[in-house]
């Protein structure tokens, strides 16, 4: 078979122009395609719902590929485990209730799970901004999508306009930086849904407490705008964990629940 390197670009364009095209308007649109980003997606995908996840970087993953401090291992205790364990990744036991993962298995199990569920990626796109409505002034906002644009371009500062996505409910998945919240908190002129009404902020580590608050914390945080993993503790102020990931895969898997009942119950 001879090959044609036009037929090959050909294909890269019409493929990825039609799946940019059928991604305009989600269910869930999920920024940061880290460990809870990538367990909420493939939740639900699981549960038929149109999700896409907009990543920075070239790889989906964020924080978990590396462990403890590049030591490629990640722990979970045991309510943890059963979210790795309904994907099949394997765990080792360390001692009574602390199992050990290997990052790289777990991230690679769970991306492909993601996708396979039939979630999307959109990698090195960066979220830059949010689509708001209020109808009534500040207190009816709503985030209604997301604004995109190449990571290239933010990288290379090029003034170069974005392009938008619809979506019913949309995840802050970003990690420590929080950025969705940060933006919203900026623009949007109205009080987040915490306690001072803006981002309260991350606090220093405590594994314990910080592994239960990422559940607690993993809810609605501004109209349409669900938090999930260290976002989560970071906009509604508590403290981070360290490479303890059960409460990322936890979160995860929350915020996709708490979003399908929302979007089954319209
Ligand atoms: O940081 P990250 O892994 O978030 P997470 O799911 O998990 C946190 C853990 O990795 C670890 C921890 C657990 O013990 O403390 O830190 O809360 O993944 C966040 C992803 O979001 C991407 C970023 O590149 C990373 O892959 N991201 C951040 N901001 C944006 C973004 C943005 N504006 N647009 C697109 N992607």
């Not at 290239?152 to 409910?169: C, G, N, S």
Request: aromatic fraction near 6%; charged fraction near 20%.
């Amino acid at each position: 078979m001879k090959l044609d390197e036009q037929i090959i670009t050909k294909a890269i364009i019409e493929r990825f122009t039609q799946k940019w095209i059928d991604h305009l308007s989600l269910d869930v649109a999920i920024v940061g395609g880290g460990p809870s980003g990538l367990v909420a997606a493939y939740y639900l995908a699981k549960n038929a719902k149109k999700v896409a996840i907009f990543e920075r970087k070239l790889s989906i993953g964020g924080g978990m590929w590396g462990g403890g401090m590049m030591l490629n291992e990640i722990v979970v205790q045991d309510e943890g485990k059963k979210v790795l364990d309904e994907l099949h990744i394997s765990t080792h036991p360390v001692q009574t209730g602390y199992y050990t993962a290997d990052a790289v298995e777990a991230t690679t199990t769970l991306a492909s799970k993601a996708c396979q569920a039939g979630a999307k990626v959109f990698n090195l796109m960066s979220v830059e901004d949010v689509i708001i409505r209020q109808a009534d002034g500040p207190e009816s906002a709503r985030v209604v999508g997301l604004v995109v644009n190449w990571t290239a371009v933010e990288k290379a500062e090029l003034h170069v306009d974005p392009l938008t996505v619809h979506a019913r409910y949309t995840i802050d998945a970003t990690g420590h930086a929080t950025e969705l919240m940060h933006i919203i908190q900026k623009k949007s002129g109205s009080r987040l849904l915490t306690q001072t009404g803006k981002v309260m902020g991350e606090k220093s580590l405590w594994a314990e407490v910080a592994e239960h608050s990422t559940l607690e914390n993993t809810r609605e945080a501004f109209p349409g705008v669900y938090v999930t993993g260290m976002a989560a503790n970071a906009t509604f102020g508590s403290y981070r964990m360290g490479p303890i990931f059960g409460g990322m895969l936890l979160s995860g898997k929350k915020a996709a629940e708490l979003i399908v009942q929302r979007l089954e119950d319209k």
